[in-house]
């Protein structure tokens, strides 16, 4: 069932707009009607974090704002409670106004939260980083790798080669990649 058909049948759940958001973001780029469509999604189910994370998203990805990115996502979290995307979109946008102890509270949330879900670890290195704690990145880095290598994913190449450059890869042992 295509997003109209369902906007149709449950126009007054978050889930349909937060399809035709998407569509209109990613397939059409247009941001503008996204925006206004992940506004529909929150009003339909301000308690949902469709919207929320859908318009965060937007603004940090398509329209680089961080200000506005800290804002949805912080009242996405208070609305609809804990919520890894959220989490992961406000520590991005904290980080990049260089607030990195306050994204590091949102990237520690985000792994709390997906525990097994390497990426979360991956998205703290990178603050880690920031912070000089070029160690501690390296452990995340390692654990991310460890918990996607199965369905291919690796780190960018780019962020590897700045925390080399800060700090030389640590040989691996048996602990690494097993927490957080």
Known sequence: MCWEECLRVAPDRAGPHQRRASMLWRDLDDADGALAACDEAIAAEPDSPLGYVE????????????????????EGLEAAGENYGLHILRGYALSE??????????????????????????????????????????????????????????????????????????????DDGAGG
């Open 55 to 74: 318009k965060a998203d937007i603004l940090w990805q398509a329209l680089s704002h961080p200000e506005q990115t800290i804002a949805v996502a912080t």
């Open 97 to 174: 106004l260089g607030r990195h102890e306050e994204a590091l509270e949102d990237m520690n949330a985000a792994v709390k939260l997906t525990p097994l879900g390497g990426i979360s670890y991956y998205h703290r290195a990178t603050v880690l980083y920031e912070l000089g704690r070029y160690e501690e990145a390296w452990r995340d880095v390692h654990t991310a790798e460890s918990g996607l290598s199965q369905i291919g994913w690796t780190p960018s190449q780019g962020f590897i080669d700045k925390l080399s450059e800060a700090m030389p890869e640590p040989e691996r042992d048996a």
